[in-house]
């Protein structure tokens, strides 16, 4: 199958060295004065390129600190290249396939033209061995992204980085900011995310010693052997270094797959400013969860000395760590205790979207979908409708402009984090305001309900963000419009589970 071509392929400057470079940091298209315009259309416009940047999805042998370890990912580091570009600008990224198999790379929360989306059999043709894919699309909010691979398992190896939207007219103000890639490790400790997905497929194993009252039942499925901050194990930690006094904010992403993480920082407390790209009304903790593919931005004034950074692995007894130092002194170790993961965790009700970022009217039609676990021996995952709850192809048909609200009931025995493609919801809270998000956390016996603008068209995923739960059926489809198009990309489509 060829691979699709985009109309806006040509003009770009592609360097040859390294596996994965950042090109350019051109000064183009910036929005001008005063707050964004939040969600505002999504363009479809080519502006001058901001950002190119080349990524090659290759074999690579990564130093986890503790190990080296063989995997595929965005050349010899974990993270991937961080591209930052401006609110309003546009990224130009060429993917390169020298992977032995199919690869895409999705753009995570990004309300992006759906045919940049790198959703496979939904925005285009997986890209295949030896090809590559140009994609090329205006970033039009400001925050807290990352983009990753949208092919199996590909997402429980290296292949993700973190995607960084700067607000021209930043309205915070703070003296520094870290990038905080979370991840929970295995592949190359003597197997690998594929072997991980046949054992689950075969045995839905929910371990007894993995649970948690957070989460309000099993944990996950899997206990990795490491669990990462910006691909370092506690064994050889980042430190982040900075002077004492100095506000910092911490821009926190979980890129994991199986493993929400329970983050606090030692001595000192969290404010809470960004969820998912989109700005709350500021509120204090001691420490926060973060499922796979949310995003919290926090702000911290560092005290005097050296602390645990700290992101436990909920429910695993284990943790992934960093060192954050303001002074000279020893650096803690890494079961450091930090009694901040036992205070005030931050609730999903205690967020409000700061009122520039009001959705606005109601929705006048509900959705109820129901997560669940199915198939004789609860080997497959659903996300169905309350007639068929086993339902693995379930498409929400919405019209252009409509306003929706989706329910989602969890009747199953686990939490999911579910993510929709091309959209920002507001999470409905009793008394209204609550957050802007992507991506949810639902936990067992839980109905979460989001309300929706319609305003991006095409064939939007909506699924888990557990990698084995999406890839055993917990997907289904946003699509404008009574039906799919016939095609949606020529002689694609969508694989089905
Ligand atoms: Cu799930």
Redesign the pocket.
């Known amino acids: 199958m060829p691979v699709p071509s985009h109309p806006t392929r040509r003009s770009l400057l592609f360097g040859t060295a390294g596996t994965a470079a950042l090109l350019a940091a051109g000064t183009g298209t910036r929005f001008g004065t005063g707050a964004p315009a939040t969600l505002a259309p999504v363009s479809r416009a080519g502006s001058a390129a901001d950002v190119a940047v080349l990524l090659t999805a290759a074999p690579t042998t990564v130093d986890l600190g503790a190990r080296d370890v063989a995997t595929w990912g965005f050349g010899d580091r974990i993270p991937g290249p961080e591209i930052r570009v401006a609110a309003g600008g546009t990224v130009a990224a060429r993917l390169r396939n020298d992977l032995p198999q199919d690869t895409t790379v999705h753009w995570h929360g990004v309300r992006i033209d759906q045919r940049m989306d790198g959703a496979p059999g939904f925005s285009q043709a997986p890209v295949p061995a030896g090809g590559d894919f140009d994609y090329r699309f205006v970033v039009p909010d400001p925050g807290t992204y990352f983009y990753h691979s949208h092919v199996g398992t590909q997402l429980d190896r290296a292949l993700y980085g973190a995607l960084v939207v700067e607000d021209p007219a930043e309205p915070l103000s703070y003296d520094a900011e870290w990038t905080v890639v979370l991840d929970d490790w295995i592949d190359g400790t003597g197997t690998d995310p594929d072997a991980v997905l046949t054992e689950l497929r075969g045995n839905p194993k929910s371990p007894q010693d993995m649970r948690s009252t957070l989460l309000g039942g099993s944990a996950g499925h899997v206990a990795y052997p490491h669990y990462l901050v910006n691909g370092r194990a506690p064994e050889a930690p980042e430190v982040f270094e900075e002077a004492p006094g100095r506000r910092v904010r911490l821009r926190l992403i979980n890129a994991g797959a199986d493993t929400a993480f329970r983050v606090a920082l030692g001595g000192h407390r969290l404010t809470v400013t960004h969820t998912d790209g989109f700005p709350v009304l500021p509120v204090r903790v001691d420490t926060l969860l973060i499922g796979m593919g949310e995003r919290y931005d926090v702000l911290v004034t560092l005290e005097d000395g050296v602390f645990p950074l700290v992101a436990a692995a909920e429910g695993k007894n284990a943790r992934a760590f960093a060192v954050v130092r303001t002074s000279t002194g020893d650096a803690p170790p890494a079961s450091a205790d930090v009694p901040e993961l036992d205070r005030r965790v931050l609730d999903l009700a205690d967020l409000t979207a700061d009122p520039s970022v009001d959705p606005g009217d109601e929705p006048a039609r509900e959705v109820d979908l129901v997560l669940r676990t199915g198939g004789a021996r609860g080997t497959s ?1 659903t996300i169905g409708t309350a007639d068929a709850p086993d339902d693995t192809s379930v498409r929400v048909a919405v019209a252009d402009g409509e306003r929706v609200r989706l329910s989602f009931t969890n009747n199953s025995r ?1 939490w ?1 984090p579910v993510h929709l493609h091309g959209h920002t919801f507001r999470v409905r809270r009793s008394g209204g305001g609550g957050p802007l998000k992507d991506t949810v956390v639902v936990r067992p016996r839980e109905t979460v309900t989001v309300d929706l603008l319609a305003d991006n068209p095409g064939e939007w995923m909506l699924h ?1 963000h ?1 990698v084995y ?1 999406s890839e055993l059926g ?1 997907m289904a489809t946003l699509g404008y419009g009574d039906a799919p198009p016939d095609t949606i990309m020529p002689g694609m489509a969508p694989e089905r589970h």
């Open positions: 995952w686990i999911h888990c557990n739960h917990m």
